[in-house]
C-alpha cells in the first residue's frame, strides 16, 4: 500500500495494522504452544493407563465416554461421542435498525458443554478432564428448522424432560462441536488421583488435568504423530517466523498511520 | 543508522541463543529427571510385590507345611532382591528370580485343592498377577525413558550442553541370559 493509499484511508490503515500485529500474534502463540507439545512428545515416554504413575504422563488411546458421567449422544447423528458442546438458539424476526437491517437476531434457549471424557487405551480408562483447555473438536454441525417439523427429536425430548418450552413453530438454529467416540488422540498432562473414580480393579483412578507448568493438551493422534516429524517441525518454525513477519508488516502499517 | 540495525541483529542472534540453551538446559534437566521418576516408579511396584512375599509364604505354610524348598526359593529370592538396591541390571535379575520362584509356588498350590480354594491365597494370585502386569508396564516405561535420554545426551547439538551438565548415559532395566524368561502368573 502506497503513501497516498495510507492518507486516504487512515483509519483503514490503522486497523489493518493492528489485525496484522493480532494475527502475527495468533501465529506465534501457536506455534509456540505446538513446539512445546512436540518436545514434551518427545521428551516423555509413553505410558499405560493401567500403570499409569501419579504426576506428568503421557497416553495414547481411544476416546470413549466418561466413566463416571451419563452417555453422552450427538442429538444430529444420535451417535454416541464423548465431548461436546452445544447450543439452541430461537431466531428473531430481523430488527431494522436506522438505514441497516441487522441480518440475525438469535435468543438463547439451551447449551451444553461436556467435555471431560474417558481415554481407552487398552489397558485401562483414565478420565480426561481438560479444566478450560481447548480440545479437538474436529466434527462441528450446523442444523436449522423448528422442532414442528419433526426436527431434532431427542433434543426435543430431552429439553421437554428439563421443563424447557419451546413453541414448535419457533425458527431455531442448533449448532454443536464434538469428539465422536473411537477417535484415537494423544494426551498430555498431569496424573492425579480420584478417589471417586473407579478404573483399574477398583483402585483410585487416575486423572489428566493441567496442573503447573506441565502443559496438557489433547491432539488427534495422526496429529501428534506428525508434529515430531522434521516436516512438522519445519512447519511450526515456518508458522513462527511468518508471525514475526506479520507483526513486523503491522507495526509498519500503525506507524505509518 | 546501517551500524545500528546490525547492533539490533546481532543483539537479537545472541537473544535467541540465549533463549535456545535456556530451553535446552530445561528440556535436559526434564529428560533426565523422568527418568529417575520412572526408576522411582518401577521401584515402588518391586517393593510392593516383594512385601507380598511373607503373606504367600505364611498362606501356602498353613496348607503345604513340608514344601519347604518352594518357601526358601521364594524368602531367597525376595532376599536377593533387597540385596541387589541400586543397579537396574542386578534388581532386573533379582526381579526376574523372584517371578520365577512366585510361579513355582504357584504351580506347586495345583497339587493341593483346598490352598488352591483358599480365598487368601487366591486374592494374593491376583494381586501378584496384577503387580507383574504393572511392572511389566513400568519396565517399559523406564526402558522407553532411558532411550529418549540416552538418544538425546548424544545428539548434536544436545551433547554439548550434556557433557557440562555431566550427563551420562543411564543403565536399562533388563534381566539377563536365564532370568530373562519372566513368567507369567495369572489366577
Keep these: ?257 | 543508522m546501517v551500524a545500528g540495525t546490525l547492533a539490533a541483529v546481532v543483539g537479537l542472534v545472541v537473544l535467541a541463543l540465549l533463549v535456545y540453551v535456556v530451553v535446552l538446559y530445561n528440556s535436559l534437566v526434564r529428560v533426565r529427571n523422568n527418568v529417575d521418576r520412572a526408576w522411582a516408579n518401577v521401584d515402588v511396584i518391586l517393593q510392593q510385590r516383594s512385601d507380598e512375599v511373607p503373606n504367600l509364604v505364611n498362606t501356602v505354610k498353613g496348607y503345604a507345611a513340608h514344601e519347604k524348598t518352594v518357601l526358601e526359593e521364594v524368602t531367597r529370592a525376595r532376599a536377593h532382591l533387597t540385596d541387589a538396591r541400586g543397579s537396574p541390571a542386578a534388581l532386573a535379575a533379582a526381579s526376574a528370580e523372584l517371578s520365577a520362584a512366585f510361579t513355582h509356588v504357584f504351580a506347586v498350590a495345583e497339587a493341593y485343592p483346598q490352598l488352591k480354594a483358599s480365598d487368601n491365597f487366591l486374592a494374593l494370585q491376583k494381586r501378584i498377577s496384577s503387580l507383574e502386569d504393572i511392572l511389566a508396564d513400568r519396565r517399559e516405561f523406564y526402558n522407553d525413558s532411558v532411550a529418549i535420554h540416552n538418544t538425546r545426551i548424544q545428539e548434536f547439538p544436545d551433547l554439548l550442553l550434556a557433557n557440562q551438565m555431566r550427563l551420562t548415559p543411564r543403565e536399562y532395566f533388563k534381566a539377563e541370559g536365564a532370568a530373562r524368561a519372566v513368567p507369567s502368573v495369572k489366577p
Design chain 1, 1 to 257: 500500500m502506497s503513501g497516498e493509499g495510507l492518507d486516504s484511508y487512515p483509519w483503514g490503515a490503522l486497523l489493518v495494522g493492528l489485525a496484522l500485529i493480532w494475527g502475527g500474534g495468533w501465529l506465534i502463540r501457536w506455534a509456540w504452544r505446538h513446539l512445546r507439545a512436540r518436545r514434551t512428545f518427545q521428551d516423555v515416554a509413553t505410558a499405560k493407563v493401567r500403570s499409569a504413575a501419579v504426576g506428568p504422563v503421557e497416553l495414547r488411546g481411544r476416546i470413549v465416554a466418561d466413566p463416571r458421567d451419563d452417555p453422552v449422544v450427538s442429538h444430529l447423528t444420535g451417535k454416541p461421542c464423548a465431548a461436546i458442546e452445544a447450543r439452541l438458539d430461537r431466531v428473531l424476526p430481523p430488527r431494522r435498525l436506522g438505514d441497516r437491517e441487522e441480518q440475525v437476531r438469535l435468543e438463547p434457549i439451551w447449551r451444553c458443554d461436556v467435555v471431560s471424557f474417558g481415554l481407552d487405551d487398552g489397558t485401562g480408562t483414565m478420565r480426561v478432564i481438560p479444566k478450560g483447555n481447548p480440545l479437538p473438536m474436529e466434527q462441528e454441525e450446523k442444523w436449522s428448522g423448528s422442532f414442528g417439523r419433526g426436527g431434532l427429536p431427542s433434543l426435543k425430548a430431552h429439553l421437554k424432560r428439563r421443563g424447557v418450552v419451546v413453541d414448535p413453530k419457533w425458527p431455531l438454529r442448533y449448532s454443536e462441536r464434538r469428539i465422536d467416540e473411537g477417535t484415537e488422540v494423544q494426551v498430555i498432562g498431569t496424573a492425579i488421583r480420584d478417589e471417586h473414580a473407579t478404573t483399574v480393579e477398583g483402585n483410585a483412578a487416575l486423572i489428566v488435568v493441567p496442573e503447573g507448568r506441565v502443559q496438557f493438551m489433547v491432539l488427534p493422534l495422526q496429529q501428534a504423530t506428525g508434529l515430531v516429524t522434521r516436516g512438522g517441525l519445519a512447519v511450526l518454525l515456518a508458522a513462527g517466523l511468518l508471525g514475526v513477519a506479520t507483526i513486523g508488516i503491522g507495526i509498519l502499517f500503525v506507524l505509518a498511520n
